[in-house]
Each structure stands twice: as C-alpha cells, then as structure tokens.
C-alpha cells in the first residue's frame, strides 16, 4: 500500500562521486518535492515539480540536480557529494500545488565517507 | 512572511499524562496550518490539519490541535500518551508565495516514559 516509495533506504557515497536517490508514486499526482533533512533539523525544501516544470528553491545548491522522466518517478542527483550533504532526503507529493497536504515518503539516508 | 515557532525542542511525559505540544504561528492573511510526526528514521506522516474550516481538529492516534486566532497558536494534544507517541512532531505552515510551499517549524522531540 505504499504510495511513494523511495529507494534506497540508506545510501552510502564516497566523497565527490555522483550519487543518485530515487523516488516513485501510485498516488498520481502532479507535483513532487526533494527535502533535506539534517539531524535534529526541520526538512528543507530543495526543489520542486510541477508536472514537468521544474522549480529550484533559491539556496538550493547547484550540487543538487533533478529528473523527472514522467508521472510516477523523480530522481534527486548529487553531483559531488561533499561531508556536508549527509542528510535524510525526503520525497514527497501532494496533487496539486494549492493543496498543500503532502504526502512523504520513508526517506534515504545518505552517508557520505 | 510565513513562520511558525515550536516552544520546547524536548517534552517528557509519563504513560497516561496528557500531551501537549506548542506551535505558535506568524501570519498577515489567515494560514493552513499541518501537524506531522516522524518516527526514527522514517518519513514524515500527516497528524491533522487546519484549513479554515473547524477551529477544533482531530487527527489519528487520538491527536487534536485548536486553532486560535487571537493567540496565532494551533497546540498538539493528547489526553492520555503511549509509549508509540515518542517520535518527532513538527508543526507546518502553508507560504503563500504563488505556489503554496509548506514552511516546517524546528520540531518538538516527545519523550513518554513508562
């Protein structure tokens, strides 16, 4: 029953080596969200999508990048991961952007050595 | 702009005693206002929300939050917590900023001991 799954669950990355976290949904909604959490800290929205549109919060570093081939899947790509990046990373979707009811996944927790 | 401030990173309660979380918000146009918890290392689930509809919400697991306009305040209860309440409760605020982006509070920290 699972309506938006994130893979994997834990993520282990070396210093500076490309990372990809992945995301997908049942719900079919039109917009999905990458948050950074880091301990002890409220989730941070990085980016965005609307349909396809892409929206990038201000601060979000350009390290982070994302994809979203279609409906149901979203990617959240780190291109040189530095000991600053590990966090719990949280997706999320919600249908619409005026209804803000947003629904997360499990999240993966990204250790970078 | 939109904010919302969660007094007390930690609460500690016994079994049974009544839960009480503080979110306090800060907005020029009337708010939706969110509770969500997380478990450890997992993701955030929806408790309840206010979207101006009732002032008195219920969610699950026994959770309500009353909206208070004359104190810009929506506080998490429980009358009688479990030991499966400890996890972390963030209070959330809609940003109205063309798109509709949730702002979370810092998060309070339950702590119920037997």
């Known amino acids: 029953d699972a309506m938006v799954i994130q893979n994997p669950r834990y993520q282990v990355t070396q210093f500076g080596k490309p990372v990809t976290l992945s995301c997908s949904q049942t719900?079919?909604?039109?917009?999905m969200y990458w948050y950074q959490q880091k301990s002890s800290q409220a989730p941070k929205l990085l980016f965005h999508?609307?349909?396809?549109?892409?929206?990038n919060e201000a601060d979000t570093p350009d390290n982070f990048q994302s994809r979203r081939p279609n409906t149901s899947f979203c990617f959240l790509d780190i291109r040189s991961p530095g000991l600053g990046d590990a966090a719990m990373y949280l997706c999320?979707?919600?249908?619409?952007?005026?209804?803000?009811?947003?629904?997360f996944g499990q999240g993966t927790r990204l250790t970078v050595v | 702009a939109q904010s919302v401030t969660q007094l007390g990173s930690h609460v500690s309660v016994s079994e049974g005693a009544l839960v009480l979380l503080r979110c306090n918000y800060s907005?020029?146009?009337?708010?939706?206002l969110f509770w969500y918890v997380q478990y450890p290392n997992q993701g955030l689930q929806l408790l309840l929300k206010?979207?101006?509809?009732?002032?008195l919400v219920k969610g699950i697991n026994g959770f309500e939050a009353e909206f208070k306009k004359s104190e810009t305040s929506f506080h998490l209860t429980k009358p009688s917590a479990h030991m499966s309440d400890a996890a972390e409760y963030f209070c959330?605020?809609?940003?109205?900023?063309?798109?509709?982006?949730?702002?979370f509070g810092t998060g309070t920290r339950l702590l119920v001991s037997p």
């Open positions: 999320a979707t919600s249908r619409d952007i005026v209804n803000t009811e947003a629904f």
């Open positions: 206010y979207t101006s509809a009732a002032t």
């Open positions: 907005s020029s146009v009337p708010p939706y």
């Open positions: 999508y609307y349909d396809k549109d892409f929206n």
């Open positions: 719900l079919n909604h039109n917009v």
């Open positions: 959330a605020v809609v940003m109205n900023t063309g798109f509709q982006k949730l702002v």
